[in-house]
Protein backbone atom coordinates (compact mmCIF):
# COMPACT_ATOMS: atom_id res chain seq x y z
CA UNK A 1 0.00 0.00 0.00
CA UNK A 2 1.32 3.37 -0.72
CA UNK A 3 1.26 5.88 1.93
CA UNK A 4 2.96 8.32 4.43
CA UNK A 5 2.89 8.38 7.85
CA UNK A 6 3.05 11.41 10.04
CA UNK A 7 4.14 12.18 13.75
CA UNK A 8 5.31 14.49 15.85
CA UNK A 9 2.78 17.02 16.08
CA UNK A 10 1.39 17.82 19.44
CA UNK A 11 0.99 21.06 21.42
CA UNK A 12 3.02 24.19 22.12
CA UNK A 13 3.00 27.56 23.17
CA UNK A 14 3.42 30.81 20.56
CA UNK A 15 6.88 31.30 19.62
CA UNK A 16 8.01 27.43 20.44
CA UNK A 17 8.97 24.93 17.91
CA UNK A 18 7.91 21.45 16.44
CA UNK A 19 9.00 18.77 14.11
CA UNK A 20 7.11 17.15 11.98
CA UNK A 21 8.25 13.73 10.56
CA UNK A 22 6.27 12.10 7.12
CA UNK A 23 7.57 8.31 6.33
CA UNK A 24 6.37 7.00 3.00
CA UNK A 25 5.71 3.10 2.66
CA UNK A 26 5.49 1.45 -0.43
CA UNK A 27 6.98 4.21 -2.62
CA UNK A 28 10.45 5.30 -2.92
CA UNK A 29 10.91 9.39 -2.57
CA UNK A 30 13.42 9.92 -5.35
CA UNK A 31 10.91 10.72 -8.41
CA UNK A 32 8.49 12.87 -6.66
CA UNK A 33 7.61 16.39 -5.21
CA UNK A 34 6.88 15.64 -1.04
CA UNK A 35 4.69 18.34 0.40
CA UNK A 36 3.30 19.20 3.81
CA UNK A 37 -0.37 20.48 4.14
CA UNK A 38 -2.50 21.79 6.80
CA UNK A 39 -5.80 22.59 7.68
CA UNK A 40 -7.64 24.72 10.06
CA UNK A 41 -11.22 23.36 10.90
CA UNK A 42 -13.47 24.86 8.86
CA UNK A 43 -10.31 25.87 6.43
CA UNK A 44 -9.48 24.18 3.11
CA UNK A 45 -6.22 22.31 3.28
CA UNK A 46 -2.98 24.69 1.69
CA UNK A 47 0.35 23.84 1.52
CA UNK A 48 2.72 24.79 3.34
CA UNK A 49 6.06 23.55 1.74
CA UNK A 50 7.46 21.70 -0.88
CA UNK A 51 10.89 19.14 -1.48
CA UNK A 52 12.23 17.69 -4.68
CA UNK A 53 13.13 14.29 -3.73
CA UNK A 54 15.10 14.44 -7.11
CA UNK A 55 17.53 17.61 -6.28
CA UNK A 56 16.11 18.71 -2.98
CA UNK A 57 15.04 21.98 -4.05
CA UNK A 58 12.35 23.66 -2.00
CA UNK A 59 9.30 26.30 -2.13
CA UNK A 60 8.04 27.67 0.98
CA UNK A 61 4.26 29.42 1.39
CA UNK A 62 4.43 33.48 1.85
CA UNK A 63 2.74 32.45 5.27
CA UNK A 64 5.77 30.21 6.77
CA UNK A 65 8.69 31.48 5.10
CA UNK A 66 11.39 32.04 7.35
CA UNK A 67 9.76 29.98 10.37
CA UNK A 68 9.52 26.60 8.46
CA UNK A 69 12.13 24.28 6.67
CA UNK A 70 11.42 21.22 4.99
CA UNK A 71 13.97 18.29 4.68
CA UNK A 72 14.51 14.78 3.69
CA UNK A 73 16.36 11.95 4.21
CA UNK A 74 15.64 9.58 0.84
CA UNK A 75 17.77 6.93 2.72
CA UNK A 76 15.47 6.65 5.58
CA UNK A 77 12.31 7.60 2.73
CA UNK A 78 11.04 10.24 5.32
CA UNK A 79 10.82 14.24 4.81
CA UNK A 80 10.62 16.26 7.68
CA UNK A 81 8.83 19.91 8.59
CA UNK A 82 10.77 21.50 11.64
CA UNK A 83 8.43 24.61 12.30
CA UNK A 84 10.01 27.71 14.27
CA UNK A 85 8.54 30.58 15.61
CA UNK A 86 4.87 29.13 15.58
CA UNK A 87 2.12 31.22 15.87
CA UNK A 88 -1.98 30.05 17.18
CA UNK A 89 -3.05 30.67 13.13
CA UNK A 90 -0.57 27.52 12.93
CA UNK A 91 -3.27 25.45 14.66
CA UNK A 92 -3.94 22.81 12.04
CA UNK A 93 -3.75 19.01 11.18
CA UNK A 94 -0.38 18.81 9.12
CA UNK A 95 -0.26 15.90 6.38
CA UNK A 96 1.71 15.10 3.89
CA UNK A 97 1.52 13.75 0.44
CA UNK A 98 3.66 13.49 -3.19
CA UNK A 99 3.54 14.44 -7.03
CA UNK A 100 4.94 13.84 -9.97
CA UNK A 101 4.80 17.41 -10.95
CA UNK A 102 6.15 21.16 -9.55
CA UNK A 103 4.68 24.59 -10.82
CA UNK A 104 4.59 27.44 -8.24
CA UNK A 105 2.46 27.10 -5.62
CA UNK A 106 1.35 23.89 -3.86
CA UNK A 107 -1.51 22.45 -5.39
CA UNK A 108 -3.62 19.86 -3.19
CA UNK A 109 -5.45 18.60 -6.41
CA UNK A 110 -2.02 17.48 -7.76
CA UNK A 111 -0.88 15.11 -4.60
CA UNK A 112 -1.37 11.96 -3.86
CA UNK A 113 -0.82 8.98 -0.96
CA UNK A 114 -1.88 11.38 1.58
CA UNK A 115 -1.47 9.67 5.33
CA UNK A 116 -3.67 10.40 8.35
CA UNK A 117 -2.30 13.65 9.31
CA UNK A 118 -0.73 14.76 12.91
CA UNK A 119 -2.43 17.37 14.69
CA UNK A 120 -0.65 20.78 16.04
CA UNK A 121 -1.82 23.39 18.59
CA UNK A 122 -0.42 26.46 19.35
CA UNK A 123 -1.98 28.46 22.59
CA UNK A 124 -0.69 29.80 25.81
Known amino acids: QLQFVESGGGSVQPGGSLRLSCEAS????????IAWFHQAPGKEREGVAR????????YYADSVKGRFIISRTNAENTVYLAMNSLEPEDTAVYSC?????????????????WGQGTQVTVAS
Open 97 to 113: AASPFSAGAIDPALYAY
Open 26 to 33: GFTLDNYY
Open 51 to 58: ISGIDGST
